[in-house]
């Protein structure tokens, strides 16, 4: 982004984004009038269209930006958006507006990667239902026999995109496979083998 197309005000709607110091610290850095939303609410209607008057720059999550909402920010140059998904912009109308918009996609896969494991090793070793058990003070019960993941094909049956990538990672040895598939992969070949153990998590 060349010197002109940088936004000279931000305002940033995101509650987690303004409640992070870091991220507060080094966007004042560079832009030291930055307005964050400290209401702790997700700003939407009028009071979101008066918390970006004036400014050029938006940093937003979870707020509804649609056709509407972007025509009534008559000063938006540059629009962030912090999160997972654009599900909640209205890119046609961004675009028709001259709107320029910044994403990443995959920011978050390696902590959802982390996630996924730790859900599928947690099921290999019963802890949902023995944490069940221990709450209703059966100690002693077992509802079944638990296993180590040593020699099991785990995974969730599900895209090959940023966060299945990233989930391949934490646990790479030769032991251990993660599966993932694309839309040309035969679903019941890679079933077949009697070691598998699939896991819906």
């Known amino acids: 982004m060349s010197e002109a197309e940088r936004p000279r005000r931000v305002a ?3 509650r987690s984004f303004s409640n992070h110091p870091t991220l507060r610290s080094e966007l004042l850095g560079h832009f030291p009038d930055t307005r964050f939303n400290d209401s702790g609410r997700t700003l939407a209607g009028s009071e979101l ?6 400014y050029d720059g938006v940093v937003a999550a979870l707020e509804r930006l649609d056709a509407d909402a972007l025509n009534r920010m008559t000063d938006l140059r540059v629009l962030s958006k912090y999160g997972v998904g654009l599900d ?3 890119l046609a109308a961004a675009s028709r507006l001259g709107i320029r918009l910044g994403w990443t996609a995959g920011v978050n896969r390696r902590s959802v990667a982390e ?5 599928m090793i947690s099921l290999l070793h019963l802890v949902p239902e023995l944490n069940a058990e221990v709450r209703r003070g059966r100690l ?4 079944g ?5 040593t020699d099991r094909r785990r995974g969730r049956l599900r895209p090959c995109g940023q966060r299945s990538r990233a989930a391949a990672g934490p646990r790479s040895d030769a032991a251990h496979w993660c599966m993932t598939f694309d839309r040309w992969t035969n679903i019941a070949r890679i079933m077949a083998p009697a070691r598998s153990r699939w896991m819906r998590c």
């Open 88 to 90: 909640n912009v209205d």
């Open 49 to 54: 269209i008066a918390f970006v008057a004036g």
């Open 115 to 119: 996630l996924t494991i730790g859900q």
């Open 140 to 143: 002693a019960a077992a509802p």
């Open 145 to 149: 026999p638990g296993t180590g993941s």
């Open 12 to 14: 940033v709607l995101s």
